[in-house]
């Protein structure tokens, strides 16, 4: 049976004098746990020491698909932290609760069905939220919950993030300082190609500093195809896969096949990394596909306002109630020297009775005040009424129920935009901090909708001014 490739489609490691890699594969193997040859080569790249002894690599990145078996590789690493290296403090974390929660009861095993590791173990935690191993020197193994305060209050020898396709930012940002004030830390990531509901910005940026070789103290490994290629050639289901012929068979992958779309199992399966387009929130096509050239029916029955957390750029969004309501963009500011134009635009073309939204959470709330003292309908939508206006937006574009001009920059903030998500019932809305690109266009225009759908009411135009619109003037 034809195997799966053992070396990496794509590697990276720093430079080092000598390496821990064949004392973790000779300790795993004395307690049953044969690394494949992938794995071992992942060691290789990872476990090499500078000339004082310290790590070569501070950060490991790992992208390999699913049931490969990186969790036996976090094993290693995990055993070797408390049984060579005599880390104090190990933190594995993972996105799911029941993927930490096997992760614990396999390190647990070691510890129980070997009586020499046992008699170094001073209790097993096993509690929810709290399952964990302690030495009897002191040192710990803890599996800690993945949220925007896991972690903090531990300072840890080695973080070992599982499922890091869902690794976003916050996370990030309350997990990393557990590392800051250790002496020789290391951190690993893995997990799979980010989808286009993940939220693995950070994931993907380790990966994109990798490919430009200038950090010289990350190590990266990935199992992947690229390109235009064929989903049903079987030399890349084994180039991918490196546990085809052990873990996994390539029948099982046929089965895969036949029930995924192809973009699923290119990811999923093939390893593959989507570009930003793919990844949207929103395909491309389906926006495309409600893009017109013909001004819509009507004067515009909302308008909406958002600018950027930086206070140097505003637009103004239309929507047009009908049948298929209408949205664009109608007009972008430079606000460096203030927003007075802004208002001043505003209150030309509105009145008490034409609705002005406003997003509770965007710095374009200052405008509100100098608007209603004119006497102009501000709505500020409440985060609810933000949610229930992305997902209206969405199903809208989805469902071809709605119109726009086919606008760059709308394009470019739909292309590069993601999900917020809030609370667990799956409710989102457009996250204002995970894109560099200006994201205002397409918050306009999804409140737009949102307005012309809800308080919006339809204004006919005779004469002259018959079914135009001001775009971008």
Not at 16 to 45: H, I
Not at 442 to 470: C, D, M, N, Y
Request: charged letters at 25%; proline letters at 5%; one cysteine or more.
């Amino acid at each position: 049976m034809a195997k799966g490739i053992q070396t990496p489609s794509f590697s990276l490691a720093p430079k080092s004098v000598q390496s821990s890699w064949a004392d973790v594969s000779d300790l795993c193997e004395a307690y049953g746990l044969v690394l494949d040859e992938w794995q071992r080569n992942v060691l290789k790249m990872s476990m090499g020491e500078t000339a004082d002894g310290k790590w070569a690599a501070t950060r490991v990145g790992l992208a390999v698909p699913r049931q490969s078996g990186k969790t036996a590789l976090f094993e290693a690493r995990e055993l070797a932290g408390l049984l060579l290296f005599g880390e104090e403090l190990i933190l594995h974390s993972a996105h799911l609760v029941p993927t930490a929660l096997e992760a614990f009861l396999r390190i647990k095993a070691y510890f129980e069905n070997f009586d020499d590791l046992g008699k170094k173990v001073r209790r097993i935690r096993e509690a929810n939220g709290e399952q964990g191993i302690e030495m009897m020197n002191g040192q710990r193994l803890k599996f800690v919950a993945r949220s925007k305060g896991g972690g903090r209050g531990f300072s840890a020898d080695a973080l070992l993030l599982d499922e890091c396709q869902e690794l976003p930012d916050l996370t990030w940002a309350a997990m990393l300082p557990t590392v800051s004030a250790r002496p020789n830390p290391q951190i690993w990531l893995a997990g799979t190609p980010p989808g286009p509901n993940d939220n693995g910005e950070v994931f993907t940026r380790t990966r994109d500093i990798a490919y430009t070789g200038k950090d010289k103290r990350l190590a990266w490994a990935e199992w992947s195809v690229s390109g235009d290629v064929d989903l049903d050639d079987r030399k890349l289901w084994r180039q991918s896969n490196p546990a085809v012929g052990t873990r996994i068979t390539e029948d099982h992958i046929q089965d895969e096949r036949n029930s995924m779309d192809d973009m699923t199992f290119a990811r999923e399966r093939l390893g593959m990394w989507a570009s930003d387009e793919q990844l949207s929130v929103i395909p491309s096509d389906a926006w495309n596909m409600c893009g017109t050239g013909t001004a819509p029916d009507g004067l515009p029955s909302v308008y909406a306002v958002d600018m950027n957390h930086e206070r140097t750029r505003a637009i103004v969004a239309v929507g047009v109630s009908g049948p298929r309501p209408h949205v664009e963009v109608a007009k972008e500011f430079d606000i460096t020297g203030g927003s007075s134009e802004l208002v001043a635009w505003l209150l030309e073309r509105t009145n008490r009775r034409l609705p002005v939204l406003v997003d509770a959470m965007s710095p374009a709330r200052s405008v509100v005040p100098g608007l209603q003292a004119k006497n102009r309908k501000v709505i500020v939508t409440s985060t609810a009424e933000s949610m229930q206006a992305c997902g209206g937006f969405y199903d809208a574009v989805l469902g071809g129920e709605l119109t726009h001009f086919q606008q760059k920059p709308v394009d470019d903030a739909l292309i590069a935009a993601k999900k917020k998500k809030i609370g667990d019932a799956g409710g989102w809305v457009w996250d204002r901090k995970s894109v560099d690109v200006f994201l205002s266009p397409l918050i306009g225009v999804t409140l737009a909708h949102f307005g012309a759908v809800k308080f919006g009411k339809r204004r006919s135009s005779s004469g002259e001014g018959r079914g135009k619109v001001l775009v971008l003037s």
